[in-house]
């Protein structure tokens, strides 16, 4: 069931109610990119970011409290400049000057494609309607009648506990960023925030689902959070 109120919290907000005791885990959308072209036969998988994109990313770092920090990202360079960005924004605000290359990011191959169950038949979805074939699974998922897409993707909720499962076995620093693409945070949100997405109203970039914990991991919330305005892409 579709929680239709459900709406993003601006990270500038999120970020001062985190307690000195808590630890996050960010599962973010890239920021902003060029436009994908409908010919592309690498679906953007070299599609770099805007440079807005990149000021998006260091304003968002600039956002994030004093605390030991990770990166992960998927491992498609719009990422890993993403999570870049990210941490040179909070080493700006700390006063810290970073290396170009710095800091270090480690890309995660299920980053790139977490929720593929069959690539031959994702290709098909690519081809067929991106934002149709992803919330047509969704759609079914949450209805318990996953019909059309369950080839091309894994089950939701399975998928969706382990992404948060890799999440926190990995990070192991107080600010922990995974950044990916909205066709996998997209899912994350729906099946734990219960988020509705469609093909007219999409998530943005610089957006995603925040995980809070305590010290030991456990798990005591999870928010839909934005670096920008808005949360939502409305086409």
Known sequence: MFNENADFVQAKDFFKGILPDERVFFLVRHAERD?????????????????RGREQALALGRCIPDGDMVFYSSPVGRCVETARCIGKGRAAAAGVALAPDMPLVEPLDGLGNFFVQD????TKVLRAGFY???????VNEVAGNPRNQIEAFCPLANR???????????????FNIFATHDAWSVPCL????KM?????????????????TDVQKNVRRIVPVTGLETGWLEF
């Open 132 to 138: 149709e074939g992803i919330c047509e699974w969704l």
């Open 119 to 122: 690539y031959d038949e994702f």
């Open 35 to 51: 436009h994908i072209k409908p010919t592309d036969a690498d679906y953007g998988a070299h599609v770099g970011l805007t440079e």
């Open 160 to 174: 969706s506990e382990e992404m948060l499962a890799m999440m926190l076995e990995k990070g192991n620093a107080r």
């Open 190 to 193: 729906t099946h734990f925030c």
């Open 196 to 212: 509705r997405f469609t093909p007219q109203r999409w998530m943005n970039f610089l957006t995603g689902m925040a995980v809070v």
